[in-house]
């Protein structure tokens, strides 16, 4: 693929008098923002070809109400593809449900275009699109997220042309796919939550093109590991009956080609196959070329990942693998909004950046949060190495959408999938997020896998959130627990993940959207304590939720957002705020101990044991149940009746976890070992999901005996101290979290039971 295809267009006269507005932070990318073509690079990266011309740069603006015809004047100029909300675009105002936004250029199209066809191609506007070619209506679009063009060739006049484009976008007052957006005041302000600024209009590279009357529009590409081939079917526009050569190559060198009939599937083999994973993003060069007979009529460019995904039983356990293997996937949320173009980020350098960080901070995923990226993202994303479950942008919230609005969004979705279904780095597809939205879910969630076999589908991330309805279906069973990271268990048919905890805020003095103003899940005093808390977090994953079946998390969130002040950077990406070195090797360890798993810590089930401090001194000390508070207590054989049982319990499998344990009184049945409010006591199960996780204990190893940590606070230990037994933190500012001898008081030995 060439990074380096130029375009030209002939902007309007009055661009020299445009200027940007001033956003409200600065990222450093904001000024190397050229005036005229913005976002030079060639747009799609997996169907290039040599000849284009980018038309991003200024046009003429206008905004009237929503029912107005085109206006007789033009008194603004905008910087397309930036969004009229944001700074970039010299516009930076509200937009409403009652506007409608107009745009305008000329063009003229190269010499050298002669005798072929001329077309017009949007990477996205949001939301109702309408496309004029010197006065004459050349089709309409509805979508926020996919691309679409048009043959315009008819419409052209041999020299200077003009582009009239209409937009209406109704945000949340609409019934269409608005992810995060919510019609507020664009400069910053108080409030706003977990929604932010709309983004109304152009936002994704607008640019011409010439192909041949008979051309590739898409190549669908699915690595077969198996048979060691790329399996190819070849989309292309008055080509029936036309056949398509696909020629795979690395370092310039051929490794396969294959020749079948458009729209067919074509196996090209890939002897002696480098697979792609995040250790080793290696991508094959692809070209695909239309025949006539022996003569090439059209020609494309493209590239391709080797990988596998799937759920498969690892030591009993559904877990996702990579290429057959089991690779935990640790990632952040990512919005991709921006302080300067709010939905389209300032240079290609700066959408780069973003995954860069995954990558510098050891993730090896990350998930795209109900909006859909450019296709260079994607690029980057498959170029860096990085995992990517893409949401499906969800509708607004609290509304069950009407016939017309889900017909839209499925076809919406379908057209995000065509557009995507080729990169490697994309493994998993999120249809809805804690029923925002939501219907039909089972349905839907079949349907997508039916339409792309060759991902996992995650029928509803947060299934135990807000009200969302699971399907019970798809390839996993996702929880959002804040901060977590809490307890999600695999099942027979589906791999458990966390697709969202975390939340660890922190504001940096300069850098906030609206001072003040910010907010997170927990605030954390300093940058010392959130890196604590944050590698706590990542480290108590690695001991206790992964080997209780735990095969993926998502970290809220990669950036700041507006007023969400949980970000590992700060909203303008100025200031990494954690110890990137540390929290590298967090997520590196993780990852390894996916790779190299230690021998599951098992304790016996069905019987009684006693559990016994291991902590030098106090070794003839068991854990015993007393007024129902737990506390330690020397126990011998002289010891009486009642605090041989208060001392004895049965050992179940734990009852929000199959793969954990709950702890049983021998004296009271029905009543377990659960922490509340820190103290860890005996109470009876009153059914409830919060007493079935605070009732489960995941078994840690530990210098001789087991650790026991929390279900729904993983890192979080069942202590000793002081002769009481409390949830502890390493590194938490509580008394019962004292640093001294805390591996020792966190570490019991299970013996025979005081009362068989």
Known sequence: MSSALVGAGAAPAGA??????????????????????????YPRPQLTRSDWANLNGIWDFAVTGRDAGQPSSWPEQIRVPFVAESALSGIQRRITENDKLWYKRAFSVPSDWNGRRTVLNFGASDWQTTVWVNGTRVGAHKGGYDSFSYDITPQLNGGTNTIVVSVYDPTQTGGQAVGKQRINEVQPHSGGGIFYTAASGIWQ???????????????DMTPD???????????????????ARVTVSSGGTVVGSATGTVGSTVSVPVPNTRLWSPDDPFLYDVRAELLDGSAVTDSVGSYTGMRSIAVAKVDNVLRPVLNGKFVFQTGTLDQGYWPDGIYTAPTDAALKSDLQAHKDLGFNMVRKHIKVEPQRWFYWADKLGLLVWQDMPAMDTGKSPDSAARTQWEAEFHAIIDQHRSSPSL???????????????????????????TRLVDNMSGVNCCGSVDGGNGDVVDHHIYVGPGNTAPTATRAAVLGEFGGLGYKVPGHEWFPGGGFSYEDQPSVSALNDRFVGLIDGIRVGQLPAGLSASVYTEITDVENEANGLLTYDRQVVKVDAARVRAANQALINASKNPAPPVTLPTGGYKSLRVTTPGYTDRYLRHQDSLAFTEVVDGSSGALLKNDATWKIVPGLANGNCYSFESRNYPGEYLRHRDFRVRREANDGSALYRADATWCAVAGSGGVRLTSANLPGSYLRHINAEVWLATPGGGHDWDNPATFTEDTTWAVEAPWAP
């Open 16 to 41: 020299a008098s445009w200027s940007p507005k001033a956003p409200p932070m600065t990222t450093p990318w904001t000024n190397q923002v050229p005036v005229d073509k913005p976002l030079p690079e």
């Open 205 to 219: 590279t607008v640019w011409l093109e010439p192909v041949a009357a008979a051309h590739i529009t898409r190549l």
């Open 225 to 243: 590991l198996g048979n060691s081939t790329l399996r190819v079917k070849v989309q292309a526009d008055s080509a029936s009956g036309r056949t």
């Open 427 to 453: 493994v998993m597809w999120v249809d809805q997020n804690e029923g925002w939205g939501q219907y039909d879910q089972a349905r839907i969630a079949n349907e997508v896998k039916a339409y792309d076999p």
